[in-house]
C-alpha cells in the first residue's frame, strides 16, 4: 500500500507584492520565480524527495523521509535570501491527491494566500519510517513515442510544444479523476506522475485514453521505494527498458500483477 506524505509550498502573499509599489518588471519576476523553484528543488532534491512547480507561486512536492525540522530549515533559508516567504502545509494519505487536499486545507484554514498577516505556516501530518511499508512512494515516468521524429525534428516549436502540452493535458486529468495520482510536466516530453498502486493494465489504460484523446503514443516505467527520489530512478530505469523492447509498460523489479483482480 502506498503512503504519501506530499507538502504545498505557497508564497505568501505573493499576489500583492508583485504590484507593490507598483507593477514589477516581468522579467525580474519571472528570474525571482525560476531561481526559487530552484532553490527549493536543491533542498528537497538533496533530502530524497521531488518537487514540482504548479504556478510557481505554489509548488507541489512529495517529501516523504523530510521531518518537520527540516521543512522548518527550509523556510528559514528562504526568507533570509528572498523577499518573500513561504508557507507550507503537510498532508499524508494513501493517494497522492488525497494527501494534497490535506496538505490545502491545513494552509487554507491558516488564511489566506493574499493575507499580509499570514506569513510562514508550517501545518501538518509527518510520517516517520515506523508507519510505512518498505515501498510507499510509487513514481511513474512517462514520455511520449518518438517525440523527436515525430515532432522536434518536424515541426517548428511551438506546434511541438502544443502537441506535448495536450498529451500531458489529457493525462493529467485521466490519472487524477481515475486514481487520485499526480501528473507534472518536467520538460522535454517527460510526465513524471506520483501514484498510489496501480496494477499494469491500469497503466495501460492511461496511455489507451490518451492516444485515443488526443493522438499521442506514451510508454511509462514505473519505480517503487521508500523516497520520490529512490522510485524515480527506478522508474527511469524501467523506462529505459520500454526503449530498448518497444513495450509500453515496465515496471522496476519486483514485478506486480497485471490485473487489478
Avoid at 67 to 82: C, F, G, K, M, V
Avoid at 148 to 169: C, L, V
Avoid at 222 to 239: E, P, Q, S
Wanted: glycine content about 8%; overall charge negative.
Amino acid at each position: 500500500m502506498t503512503t504519501t506524505q506530499l507538502t504545498l509550498v505557497q508564497l505568501d502573499n505573493y499576489g500583492p507584492w508583485t504590484v507593490t509599489p507598483e507593477p514589477r518588471r516581468e522579467m525580474d519576476l519571472q528570474t525571482l520565480q525560476s531561481r526559487l523553484f530552484a532553490d527549493i528543488a536543491q533542498f528537497i532534491g538533496g533530502r530524497g524527495g521531488y518537487v514540482f512547480y504548479t504556478r510557481f507561486d505554489n509548488m507541489i512536492a512529495v517529501t516523504n523521509g523530510i521531518d518537520r525540522e527540516a521543512h522548518a530549515t527550509l523556510q528559514e533559508s528562504i526568507s533570509n535570501r528572498y523577499p518573500v516567504t513561504i508557507s507550507l502545509g503537510v498532508g499524508v494519505a494513501e493517494t497522492p491527491a488525497a494527501a494534497l487536499n490535506g496538505a490545502t486545507e491545513r494552509i487554507q484554514a491558516a488564511g489566506s494566500a493574499q493575507d499580509e498577516n499570514r506569513t510562514e505556516v508550517l501545518a501538518g501530518t509527518f510520517l516517520t519510517s515506523e508507519e510505512t511499508g518498505p515501498e510507499p512512494i510509487h513514481i511513474a515516468h512517462f514520455d511520449v513515442n518518438d517525440a523527436t521524429g515525430k515532432y522536434t525534428d518536424q515541426m517548428n516549436e511551438f506546434d511541438s510544444f502544443i502537441h506535448i502540452e495536450r498529451s500531458y493535458a489529457s493525462l493529467m486529468e485521466y490519472m487524477r479523476k481515475a486514481h487520485g495520482a499526480l501528473s507534472f510536466f518536467v520538460g522535454g516530453d517527460n510526465i513524471i506522475a506520483v501514484c498510489p498502486e496501480l496494477s499494469a493494465d491500469a497503466y495501460q489504460d492511461a496511455i489507451d485514453h490518451v492516444e485515443s484523446d488526443v493522438g499521442i503514443e506514451l510508454k511509462v516505467g514505473v519505480g517503487r521505494d521508500r523516497t520520490a527520489h529512490t522510485a524515480g530512478i527506478a522508474a527511469k530505469h524501467a523506462l529505459e527498458e520500454c526503449r530498448f523492447d518497444g513495450t509500453t509498460v515496465e515496471f522496476a523489479e519486483p514485478p506486480i500483477p497485471t490485473s487489478d483482480d
